[in-house]
């Protein structure tokens, strides 16, 4: 009756670095196939992918391939594979896949909450799947272990067809809700936010609707194991643990370990990519000391901070972006544009809803708007955002 779990999240697959060439989908692939060769290495029976694998609703040719050809090498290897959508998902977009895959490979892509009931059966040597109730009833069959997996993808107010007090309230239910049937374990997946887990910086605010986070409380207590994602920072708030993104996307995270966790009897190990190239902030007094640095022929790549208040022409970023390559992640000078753009930071730090609020008083003589106006705000808000992405 053993069991392995294999834990990732937040692999963001077509993210892009605005201003300079560098090209993530490179690094991606290699972090990707030392996960396929942990997977071989390792042989979990499951491997969970709690959202957010893609970076935006539109990701590229070669983003979605990269993701087909991962879980296909992973199914490959005897793994059952979840892969649950994220907030930077599109539900819909995940679920063309389906016609090919259900009921002839161990893999499930679910897109919304409520759509995970409706064709996952399965069934080969190794095992058996269907679904009771809410929750997905997994046989594994060489060990006869009976697992219940409760597979939420991103619950916002518009996935789950709810809104205000009525989705808050059936959220809560939903997720807290254990399985009435025998099992030997019971492993809960889902890409949400519970308070008081640590933010590292690329994360976008999942305030959609008119909650941002799920108290800790909420999660079902009987749970084995709860898989989340979101969180680019791998780290466990009370049962629950959040793997981090495959890969730091923000400056603030280049020092973060990054890999991946294993869940075996009870236990969770982290095991940290070897093969992934490491960032490196440097800082300079000016953007000519910058552009002459001698680069180390390793494979190493470079964060900039140019410690100069001068603002600089089309012609010195291009010898800048040009000297560094395909190894400048990203550069962030200290002129007088940077002091603009770090108090538009300041706006940037707030949620929509916030923002919104804001401007509502601003308009409106301080008075704060009334919460039937703010969740119409909200509705509409995620509609076009999803339409724009
Ligand atoms: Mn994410």
Redesign the pocket.
């Given at each position: 009756m053993s069991l392995k779990i294999l834990h990732t999240?937040?692999w963001?697959l077509g993210k892009t670095f605005r201003s300079t060439t560098f090209d993530l989908l490179d690094v991606q692939k290699k972090i990707l196939d030392e996960l396929v060769s942990i997977v071989r290495d390792q042989r979990p029976n499951i491997v969970l992918v709690a959202?957010?694998i893609f970076d935006t609703y539109n990701p590229s040719f070669e983003a979605e391939r990269l993701f087909y050809q991962t879980i296909t090498k992973i199914s490959d290897a005897n793994s059952l594979v979840i892969a649950i959508a994220?907030?930077?998902d599109s539900p819909d977009k995940l679920k063309i896949s389906r016609p090919l895959i259900y009921g002839r490979h161990p893999i499930i892509i679910s897109g919304t909450p409520s759509d995970y009931k409706e064709d996952y059966t399965f069934e080969n040597d190794l095992f058996k799947l269907g679904v009771e109730e809410d929750f997905l009833r997994l046989k594994i069959k060489d060990t006869n272990t009976i697992l219940s997996i409760k597979v939420i993808p991103y619950p916002s107010e518009v996935r789950m067809g709810l809104s205000g007090g009525e989705f808050k309230d059936n959220l809560h239910e939903y997720i807290s809700r254990e399985p009435q049937f025998s099992c030997d374990y019971f492993i809960f997946t889902s890409h949400l936010f519970v308070s008081g887990a640590t933010k590292s910086g690329?994360?976008?605010s999942l305030q959609i609707g008119s909650i941002d986070s799920i108290p800790a409380e909420v999660l079902p207590k009987n749970a084995h194991y709860t898989a989340l994602?979101?969180l680019?920072r791998f780290q466990r708030i009370c049962n629950a643990v959040y793997s981090g993104?495959i890969y730091p996307f923000d400056v603030g995270e280049i020092d973060d370990k990054k890999g991946v966790c294993i869940w075996q009897g009870g236990e969770t190990d982290f095991l940290h990519f070897r093969d992934i190239p490491k960032i490196k902030s440097l800082e300079f007094d000016s953007l000519e000391e910058a552009i002459k640095f001698n680069m180390p022929t390793n494979s190493d790549l470079y964060y900039l901070f140019i410690r100069s208040k001068e603002s600089y022409g089309h012609e010195k970023i291009n010898r800048l972006i040009k000297n560094y390559g395909d190894k400048l992640v990203g550069w962030q000078p200290e002129n007088t544009k940077f002091e603009t753009a770090k108090k538009t930071l300041d706006i940037n730090s707030l949620s929509e809803e916030e923002l919104f609020r804001e401007f509502f008083k601003f308009k409106n003589n301080n008075i704060e708007p009334d919460n039937d106006l703010v969740s119409l705000f909200t509705s509409c808000l995620e509609e076009a955002t999803n339409a724009a992405n």
């Open positions: 999240s937040d963001h959202g957010d994220g907030n930077h690329s994360e976008r994602g979101h680019h993104s």
